[in-house]
Nanobody
């Protein structure tokens, strides 16, 4: 029904930057909130940043002003600009979209497949 494709991950040196992108496609009536999550090896998936349909944002403490989430509604896309990356930012980053499907008043959550970010010290 809804597909999310992430891009922009990779290997970067500590202190470097990456910009992740997530584009949604499929049966979408309204693209509601969007979020980025990180899952480090052996740990649970945790919220990194969240943006509402109106552009309101919130971050977890580890972002510390280093990360910026944004969205482009026309492109059905979300972005995560990550600056001054640290080794502890390493993990698989997942995009989450809350979508209202056509012909319904219900919203569902959809996940992307995840993309690896590795920060080398």
């Amino acid at each position: 029904q809804v597909q999310l494709v992430e891009s922009g991950g990779g290997l970067v040196q500590s202190g470097g930057s990456l910009r992740l992108s997530c584009t949604a496609s499929g049966s979408i009536d309204i693209l509601n909130d969007l979020g980025w999550f990180r899952q480090a090896p052996g740990l649970q998936r945790v919220l990194v940043a969240h943006i509402t349909s109106g552009g309101g944002t919130r971050y977890n403490d580890s972002g510390g002003g280093r990360f910026i989430i944004s969205r482009d509604n026309d492109k059905k896309s979300a972005y995560l600009q990550m600056n001054n990356l640290k080794a502890e930012d390493t993990g698989v980053y997942y995009c989450l979209a809350n979508v209202r499907l056509p012909g319904t008043f219900e919203s569902q959550n959809f996940w992307g497949q995840g993309i690896q970010v590795t920060v080398a010290e």
